[in-house]
């Protein structure tokens, strides 16, 4: 009598082990649909190489979204570093503001045009494919005076990149 009560344990056991890998297979695979580059046929470890890599570009891109939303508002308290150049007030006219942000292979350009200095948006667009960047998306919404630009980028060859100090360092000499 004894022997079955563990016979039917361990079928109990077996079973809730089958459910449990069954739960984990099906949590894998709704993982690997929400990544943004879908493989055929990749392993657990890849796949969560790629999911830990792409949570941590989520919270970069959300990091250099609140920046630049305090930038649009105006209240910046950030100090200026390689990748902005905070808003001044010259006069009652803005002067230009420059936003580069590395999105992996990918590259945002904000810029903030004022009325008071001419801005030619076909030589910012020059100096992204000199340095090996293509266009993939561009906005600009007029606000009172000025103008907002929004450039999105993406490197030509993903192996090599863009570096982005040196198109933020490019473009602030042609902005300013």
Not at 52 to 64: A, D, W
Not at 85 to 110: K, Q, Y
Request: aromatic share 4%; charged share 25%.
């Amino acid at each position: 009598m004894p022997r079955r009560g563990r016979s039917s344990s361990r079928v109990d056991r077996n079973a809730l082990e089958r459910d449990r890998r069954q739960h984990t297979k099906e949590l894998f695979s709704r993982l690997g649909f929400l990544l943004p580059i879908p493989l055929s046929k990749r392993s657990l470890p890849e796949m969560l190489d790629q999911a830990t890599t792409h949570v941590k570009q989520l919270g970069q891109r959300v990091e250099m979204l609140k920046q630049k939303k305090q930038l649009l508002e105006g209240s910046s308290s950030t100090d200026d570093q390689t990748t902005g150049i905070r808003d001044h007030m010259m006069g009652g006219a803005w002067l230009p503001v420059l936003t580069v942000s590395d999105l992996g292979s990918m590259l945002e350009v904000c810029v903030k045009s004022g009325s008071n200095k001419k801005f030619v948006l076909h030589q910012v667009i020059q100096v992204l494919a000199e340095e090996a960047a293509q266009v993939v998306a561009l906005s600009y919404s007029n606000v009172g005076h000025g103008i907002f630009y929004t450039i999105n980028a993406q490197a030509v060859s993903p192996r090599i990149g863009i570096e982005t100090s040196r198109v933020h360092e490019r473009l602030k000499e042609l902005i300013f």
